[in-house]
Antibody
Framework: EVKLVESGGGLVQPGRSLKLSCAASGFSFNDYWMGWVRQAPGKGLEWIGEINQDSSTINYTPSLKDKFTISRDNAQNTLYLQMSKLGSEDTAIYYC????????????WGQGVMVTVSS | DVQMTQSPSYLAASPGESVSISCKASKSISNNLAWYQEKPGKANKLLIHSGSTLQSGTPSRFSGSGSGTDFTLTIRSLEFEDFAVYYCQQYNEYPFTFGSGTKLEIK
């Protein structure tokens, strides 16, 4: 069974950094592109970015490219999202998701982790 | 960025009825469109990809159609478990973008 479990969320002060993790199991992690999506309270889904199997290709939505860094550790079956210079607009549920083997849509999602940016 | 305009935002229907949700792209995305279902307390679920291909496990009452800029998700004979929020997503051009969502409620 494919399982994606996010962690590392919580309350963080404006301007600070936070690193989210996504533990993957039930599939061969190093065979898949992985991605992050977020959802602000009461809003829709926003695609953050994706990383390929060997971390040689990472794509971001332009507005977040300078603040967020996606990485992965295939030995640990873990995906990461490093977030810096956080502002209230970054308050959201953050989801990790697996991209399908043959395309770029997400075939499995985690349940998400909440990040609240507030003083 | 490719803008995805999803409508309606809210839809009320009764079990047994059929409904359709529209998703329009601001430029052609070929058939690179997926539909997802969001339910409280559950991971988002991929329903359809490539515009009209049902993901394994998606009930046959769900169908997707369209290509280019206009797409539709249709649910026939609604069941209680179908009342949820639905999103479309284009994955034809970076950055990939989602529609704003359609909340399907019980009438």
């Amino acid at each position: 069974e494919v399982k994606l479990v996010e962690s590392g969320g919580g309350l963080v002060q404006p301007g600070r950094s936070l690193k989210l993790s996504c533990a993957a199991s039930g599939f061969s992690f190093n065979d898949y592109w992985m991605g992050w999506v977020r959802q602000a309270p009461g809003k829709g889904l926003e695609w953050i970015g994706e990383i390929n199997q060997d971390s040689s290709t990472i794509n971001y939505t332009p507005s977040l490219k300078d603040k967020f860094t996606i990485s992965r550790d295939n030995a640990q079956n873990t995906l990461y999202l490093q977030m810096s210079k956080l502002g209230s607009e970054d308050t959201a549920i953050y989801y990790c998701a697996r991209e399908a083997a043959v395309s770029y849509y997400f075939d499995y999602w985690g349940q998400g982790v909440m990040v609240t940016v507030s003083s | 960025d490719v803008q995805m305009t999803q409508s309606p935002s809210y839809l009320a229907a009764s079990p047994g009825e059929s409904v359709s949700i529209s998703c329009k792209a601001s430029k052609s995305i070929s058939n690179n469109l997926a539909w997802y279902q969001e339910k409280p307390g559950k991971a988002n679920k991929l329903l359809i990809h490539s515009g009209s291909t049902l993901q394994s496990g998606t009930p046959s009452r769900f169908s997707g159609s369209g290509s280019g800029t206009d797409f539709t998700l249709t649910i026939r004979s609604l069941e209680f478990e179908d009342f949820a929020v639905y999103y479309c997503q284009q994955y034809n051009e970076y950055p990939f973008t989602f529609g704003s969502g359609t909340k399907l409620e019980i009438k």
